[in-house]
């Protein structure tokens, strides 16, 4: 049973449309992550928030944005969809304790602009 | 400029034998090391970690083996089964100082029966 969600898992929509990717974890965990990653190609960090209220751009300059009003909840949001921004976007968090330090990942949206 | 490289896109391995998935890395100050494993459709799933006071990991048939002054991990898979057929992630991070994961492009495994 998956411990983070994402939804939606596919998704074609118009030119010009907004749309919000939501990413859920049970976990607790404080860190959580948005990766890009177009097909063969390495995952690229576009967002990753520390806490509640805290968001920071990863390392990939992205038109979307992110809010983290919630630690189990870290929407991403494009405000206006363009083809360019085809994609699978991948949600991950972390949790820092025991051997594992490494993500845990939701099962990713694939997203086509049209 | 790739900060961790896996050369390979692809391998092909026959069930039974060996895998061995390559990584290669550029900043020395990397500390931590991850492998992922993905299969399509879905997001990747840790598989093995290893920190750099270590230069081996072994978990059931998975070890990795890091090489520091070479840069370089590697990960084997032993005995490979068609179950193992999946794309394998490479990420490292200077983990002590509070960096994120920078992840390799993959190596796509395919285990023939």
């Not at chain 1, 990863?58 to 992110?66: C, P």
């Not at chain 1, 809010?67 to 929407?75: D, G, K, L, Q, V």
């Not at chain 2, 500390?31 to 997001?43: I, Q």
């Not at chain 2, 005995?79 to 796509?108: H, I, K, L, M």
């Amino acid at each position: 049973e998956a411990d983070i969600y994402q939804t939606p898992r596919y998704l074609v929509i118009g030119t010009g449309k907004k749309i919000t990717l939501e990413c859920s974890q049970t976990m607790g965990h404080d860190k959580m992550y948005w990766y890009q990653q177009d097909p063969g190609m390495e995952l690229h960090l576009i967002h990753y928030s520390y806490g509640v209220n805290s968001t920071e751009k990863g390392d990939l300059s992205s038109e979307s944005t992110v809010s983290r009003i919630r630690t189990e909840h870290f929407p991403l949001t494009l405000e206006s969809a363009r083809p360019s921004h085809t994609s699978q976007y991948l949600c991950a968090s972390r949790k820092e304790t025991g051997q594992n330090y490494g993500y845990t990942f939701g099962s990713g949206t694939r997203l086509t602009v049209v | 400029d790739q900060q961790v490289k896996q050369n390979s896109p692809s391998l092909s391995v026959q069930e039974g034998r060996i895998s061995i998935l390559n990584c290669d890395y550029t900043n020395s100050m990397f500390d931590y090391f991850l492998w992922y494993k993905k299969y399509p459709a879905e997001g990747p799933t840790f598989l093995i970690s290893i920190s750099s006071i270590k230069d081996k990991n072994e978990d059931g048939r998975f070890t990795v083996f890091l090489n520091k002054s070479a840069k370089h991990l590697s990960l084997h898979i032993v005995p490979s089964q068609p179950g193992d057929s999946a794309v394998y992630f490479c990420a490292a991070s200077r983990y002590n100082y509070g960096q994120n994961f920078v992840f390799g492009p993959g190596t796509r495994l395919s285990v023939l029966p």
